[in-house]
């Protein structure tokens, strides 16, 4: 069974290689993978192409890679939280919860030191305690809703809450704040730099290990609460991590590619069936690789017409029929 499952990762991998080689060598300008590889080793003699490639394409195909791999791990611990299969950080408000605290640092940057905004760190704290405020939220309501389905309406008015008072910002808000924040809210890979994936990559390791660190209290908690806390488990201490943990990895990626749907809820599930397995130690490195890989399927794609598209357009053309396969095998 174990190597079945290293045999399944490595092929994943490679998968996962292969479309990073792909991410790049695809977009308005095709650049022929012979080329892409002499970049890398320095061989190359065309400078438009070590230009485009460096300094756009790389830093926006690493960039898929963290968000598929945070947005993932996030959606797993979301979904062992509250034991709800289609618990997500965009379905319970999670992300509009992090897209209010980028807005109110958008629309009150007249009133923000010019650095803080500008070095990525506003939006990158802001996002952050606006997800962990809907998440803590939508925890505290899950003690009294114990239905899955009420919990979920419940976390679709907490976003429907947050995107109202986005809106109430964008009405008192000068017409460049409000038009930035839409371009932003379209989402994008390419609008992150070096700069600002300086700032992206260490916040999401940070947690992406958190995350790791959680894998057996998560696993306890597949059990129940009162068996996590037969095993010692200390139940408020690990709520608490889980939502910094989740807080950080969504709260993170939202603040610089916007809003991303679907991909925390589909992810998982697609994990557990290929690894036959509901353990955490096997789950979280599955999602990190089936999450990256998804997104940059997702950027590939966006580039095929003659205008890229939002990737948030085709993600969700990704995990909707997941939902809705969800659902009816739930029936």
């Known amino acids: 069974m174990k190597s079945r499952k290293t045999i399944l990762f490595a092929l994943l991998t490679v998968l996962l290689v292969l479309l990073f080689l792909a991410d790049l060598t695809f977009g308005s300008i095709r650049i022929p993978l012979s080329e892409t590889i002499n970049v890398f080793f320095g061989k190359s003699t065309n400078n438009i192409y070590s230009e485009i490639l460096l300094n756009f394409r790389l830093p926006k195909a690493i960039t898929a890679i963290l968000a598929g791999a945070a947005l993932s791990v996030a959606g797993l611990m979301m979904q062992t939280l509250f034991r709800n299969p289609l618990a997500d950080p965009y379905i ?32 990158v ?15 505290g309501v899950s003690y009294k809703v114990q239905n899955s389905v009420s919990l979920l309406i419940v976390g679709i008015m907490f976003g429907t809450i947050a995107s109202s008072l986005v809106s109430v910002l964008q009405y008192f808000s000068n017409p460049d704040a409000i038009k930035l924040f839409i371009m932003w809210n379209m989402g994008s890979l390419s609008a992150v730099t070096w700069e600002y994936l300086q700032i992206l990559l260490p916040v999401i390791l940070a947690g992406l290990l958190l995350a790791f660190m959680l894998t057996k209290r998560l696993n306890g908690l597949l059990l129940g609460e009162n068996y996590a806390r037969g095993l010692g488990i200390p139940i408020t201490q690990t709520r608490i991590l889980i939502v910094t943990a989740t807080g950080i990895l969504a709260g993170s990626v939202t603040a610089f590619t916007g809003p991303i ?23 979280m490195p599955a999602s990190i690789v089936l999450g990256a890989s998804l997104i940059l399927i997702c950027d590939i794609i966006s580039q095929i017409p003659t205008h890229t598209l939002p990737i948030n357009t085709i993600s969700a053309l990704f995990g909707a029929p997941v939902i809705i396969w969800i659902i009816m095998k739930r029936k």
């Not at 605290?101 to 905004?117: E, H, T």
């Not at 704290?125 to 925890?139: D, K, N, Q, T, Y």
């Not at 991909?263 to 096997?282: D, E, N, T, W």
């Open 92 to 123: 319970l408000g999670v992300s509009s919860g992090a897209s209010l605290g980028v807005a109110i640092v958008m629309m009150a940057a007249a009133a923000l030191p010019v650095a803080f905004i500008s070095s990525g760190w506003g939006l």
């Open 261 to 283: 749907a679907f991909v925390g809820v589909a992810i998982p599930h697609i994990a557990r069936g290929l690894f036959r397995s509901a353990k955490h130690q096997y789950l």
């Open 125 to 139: 704290v802001a996002a952050i305690i606006g997800a962990a405020l809907v998440l803590l939220l939508v925890v």
